[in-house]
């Protein structure tokens, strides 16, 4: 069977599963979800040791070292991922609720219910853990799933989706509702994104180039998960203290995933407290790219060009600039910013209003780190993504998410005129 066979034969298999599940009970799936996590703790060596020989791989091919962290499993992700699945377990189920119920005047009843999208198409690079997250929320929302994992995460994503589908088949699940694509070539995902009479949505979760391609070819509606362009800027009126603790927190908790900080803007009238706000993360080993003035804080600094202010490093690198007030600050985050996740430090609600009002992005806080944009901090128990898109979903994509609707509507004999 050649690749175009295989995808089709895979796609076909999801829409027939996804009919099975579309009413799968609540009761089913907090047994297929408790069998997951047995057969996670159980297995986990083996998870390690697949994620072994991707690392080994990835080094071997000279992966770059922000990639090679969003692909390294431990033992500490193994528990994040089991309490990802007690969450999403836990949570109140998305399907058939009543969104909007009214009457008409003529009698008719008219009701708004949640349903699921159907097959889902998650194409993702480096990061093994989507594998688990897409399979629970696809499962919650009583959709079908079809996985594409990225070669340099192959070995611990197949792994893992031998667990899932052992789990799923222990819990009495219909068959094929969670699939993997059994090869890393690239055309599996151009024969993929052709398939729009099986597949409901496609949602991609990786680089530039990938959503870029995914965007251009896919003939099925996409959920895009952009770069994560997201930035920091300290107010005249922000409280020091709170700001050097959310600057370092943004850039280097996890400088590699994209809610990290990439640009850090601060205000004119606090020149004087610039480097007391750049050096806590300096002295961490991250290095600084700044504009004029900045460069004259310290010689190590470096000059930040226009390329800067619109690069997602996902390292130990941050670009800096001073700007001139909270409508300074915005003008830069519209010019330059992915529409992902900007904070705003500051001890005046006005001050806030206006860069909320002034700001697109789909995550905005206030005196609290970028790093908040995830699904389990929003208490979606985990994401597929976090999408820039207006429609259908901005923000963290959790199980709710991943829903639709119908109307019902009931009559008593109505006949229109």
Known sequence: MNILETIKELSKK????????RVLQKEKKIVAYQCLKKNIEKNKDLILSSNKLDIQNAIKNDLPKPLINRLKFTEESIVSIIKSITEIKNQTDPIGTVLEDWEQPNGLKFSKI??????LGVIYESRPNVTVDASCLALKSNNALILRGGSDSYHTSKQLVDIITESFQEANLP???????PTTDREAVDHLLAMKDYVNVIIPRGGKSL???INEKSKIPVIKHL??????????EADIEIAKNIIFNSKLRRPEICGAAETLLIDSSLKEKALELIEPIYKAGCIIKG??????????FERANDEDWSTEYLDKIISVKIVDGVIGATEHINRYSSNHTESIITENDQTFVNFYNNIDSAIILKNASTQ????????FGAEIGISTDKLHVRGPVGAKHLTTFKYIVHGNG????
């Open 14 to 21: 999801a829409k027939e599963a996804s009919i099975k599940i």
């Open 114 to 119: 949640s349903i699921p999208l159907g097959v």
């Open 175 to 181: 068959k094929n509702i969670i699939q993997m694509i």
């Open 211 to 213: 959503i870029k391609k």
């Open 227 to 236: 770069e994560g362009l997201c930035h920091v800027y300290v107010d005249k």
């Open 291 to 300: 504009d004029d003035f900045i460069v004259t804080l310290n010689n190590n």
């Open 372 to 379: 908040f944009a995830d699904g389990g901090e929003f208490g």
């Open 414 to 417: 109505q006949a229109r005129a």
